[in-house]
T-cell receptor, first 115, second 112 residues
Framework: GAGVSQSPSNKVTEKGKDVELRCDPI?????LYWYRQRLGQGLEFLIY????????KSGLPSDRFSAERTGESVSTLTIQRTQQEDSAVYLC?????????????FGPGTRLTVT | GDSVTQMEGPVTLSEEAFLTINCTYT??????LFWYVQYPGEGLQLLLK?????DKGSNKGFEATYRKETTSFHLEKGSVQVSDSAVYFC???????????FGKGTRLHILP
């Protein structure tokens, strides 16, 4: 079946602009994660959605970052007033309802470049 | 807080060479340990895992043993192939939460 998809695959934006990144999880997966990977760094956890529970936003680096998810479907990560330090690959992952944390299925990522 | 440290790359080897990528961790409690792999142009995928001390995870010829006494989870393969060229991430998951903590990744290049 289809895996996790993300769009766009690449995004170049000017400093100060807002951007929206999209994640389509695997159908039926209740959990959805967003991560950020800066050049030469590991994956930083950003936010976690699990079903209808309140999302875990503990990894969001500033109030310029927000994410939404409607039910168990698409999620969007929004970065307002982008800064150059926001340049990174943004990864989305989803997990089935019975899975343990390591059963995350990752999308190919969106490479964001802020000029 | 919990953290993962893995050897910096890139690592360049010839085909059929022996591979070791070192990984050590810091964690409270007893985490589960993982290696993820990211092939060029693809998303991360789970390579292998170990959930308790002395467990050995293995897949596609790769192995890693959960060593509690040295807080390590080194990745090994006896004979690498060009198709193993990828970025490898060591990671841990605390049993009490649903988040995974990743290392910085090690890029592996295998020369034919």
């Amino acid at each position: 079946g289809a895996g996790v998809s993300q769009s766009p695959s690449n995004k170049v934006t000017e400093k100060g602009k807002d951007v929206e990144l999209r994640c389509d999880p695997i159908s039926g997966h209740t959990a959805l994660y967003w991560y950020r990977q800066r050049l030469g760094q590991g994956l930083e956890f950003l936010i976690y959605f699990q079903g209808n529970s309140a999302p875990d936003k503990s990894g969001l680096p500033s109030d310029r970052f927000s994410a939404e998810r409607t039910g168990e479907s698409v999620s969007t990560l929004t970065i307002q007033r982008t800064q150059q330090e926001d340049s990174a690959v943004y990864l989305c992952a989803s997990r089935p309802p019975t899975g343990t944390p390591y059963e995350q299925y990752f999308g190919p990522g969106t490479r964001l470049t802020v000029t | 807080g919990d953290s993962v440290t893995q050897m910096e790359g890139p690592v360049t080897l010839s085909e059929e060479a022996f591979l070791t990528i070192n990984c050590t961790y810091t964690a409270t409690g007893y985490p589960s340990l993982f290696w993820y792999v990211q092939y060029p142009g693809e998303g991360l995928q789970l390579l292998l895992k170990a959930t308790k001390a002395d467990d050995k995870g293995s897949n596609k010829g790769f192995e890693a043993t959960y060593r509690k006494e040295t807080t390590s989870f080194h990745l090994e393969k006896g004979s690498v192939q060009v198709s193993d060229s990828a970025v490898y991430f060591c990671a841990l998951s605390d049993r009490m939460n649903d988040k995974i903590i990743f290392g910085k990744g090690t890029r592996l290049h295998i020369l034919p």
